[in-house]
């Protein structure tokens, strides 16, 4: 049974620094990962999807790779921002088309 | 696109009693999730549908839950008869294709809180 886990659960940023969040998951045999933002009493939005073939993509500030054989991902915040505060979380595609998600990273960036 | 609809957002009833969800998918998208997601457990995966057709309902916790979609564009998750420890937020999710191509968008969540 695919388990996906995220470290750290909660992490507090001055603003301007950049950080990194991660994400592993113990079976390689994935589609892809995908990474959500959930704010407080709000859906998910989704970030950025990584194939397995892949090794990262890139959206604006953020870049998400993916080491398939290790099990792990790693989300990189550049510059981060009071409005990057959220939760987020990480979510692999096995078999089946399921999404298994992770436990999430509560971000809060301080001014 | 308006995105995955979902109503209603908030949801307030007791114990016993029959709740309904419901949930427009993006216009074009052939694949209809449900999940859930408590504070305890996170967010699991209750049921998809492809092209209107239950593939995997591995995830409904009980008999008391059932889900339907009788069309292209739109689905129902019923709880009958209801429970508190059925409070949770309620998403339903979208994709183009599954597997290796399916990115999911989501739906806003419906808030249930059973009494």
Same mark, same amino acid.
């Given at each position: 049974k /695919?388990?996906?886990? /995220?470290i750290p659960a909660a992490l507090s940023v001055p603003e301007g620094e950049n950080l990194v969040l991660n994400c592993s998951f113990t079976d390689s045999a994935i589609y892809n990962l995908q990474w959500?933002?959930?704010?407080?009493?709000?859906?998910? !939005?989704?970030?950025?999807?990584? /194939?397995?073939?892949?090794?990262?993509?890139?959206?604006?500030?953020?870049?998400?790779?993916?080491?398939?054989?290790?099990?792990?991902? !790693?989300?990189?915040?550049?510059?981060? /921002?009071?409005?990057?505060?959220? !939760?987020?979380?990480?979510?692999?595609?096995?078999?089946?088309?399921?999404? !298994?998600?992770?436990?999430?990273?509560?971000?809060?960036?301080?001014? | 696109d308006a995105g995955v609809i979902q109503s209603p957002r908030h949801e307030v009833t007791e114990m016993g009693q029959e709740v309904t969800l419901r949930c427009k998918p993006i216009s074009g998208h052939d694949y209809l999730f449900w999940y859930r997601q408590t504070m305890m457990r996170g967010l699991e995966l209750l049921i998809?549908?492809?092209?209107n057709v239950p593939i995997d309902d591995s995830g409904m916790p009980e008999d008391r839950f059932s889900a339907k979609m009788p069309n292209a564009s739109f689905s129902t998750l019923k709880i009958q008869p209801s429970e508190p420890r059925d409070?949770? =937020?309620?998403?339903?999710?979208?994709?183009l294709g599954a597997g290796r191509a399916?990115?999911?968008?989501?739906?806003?969540?419906?808030?249930?809180? =059973?009494?």
């Open positions: /695919q388990e996906v886990t /995220q959500f933002r959930q704010d407080p009493g709000k859906g998910l !939005t989704s970030l950025l999807l990584i /194939q397995s073939s892949q090794r990262e993509q890139t959206s604006g500030r953020l870049n998400a790779s993916l080491d398939k054989s290790s099990g792990r991902s !790693t989300l990189y915040i550049a510059a981060s /921002q009071p409005g990057d505060s959220a !939760t987020y979380l990480c979510a692999v595609t096995g078999t089946a088309s399921k999404l !298994t998600f992770g436990t999430g990273t509560r971000l809060q960036v301080t001014l | 998809y549908f492809n092209n409070s949770a =937020v309620y998403f339903c999710a979208s994709s399916g990115e999911q968008f989501f739906g806003p969540g419906t808030r249930l809180t =059973v009494l």
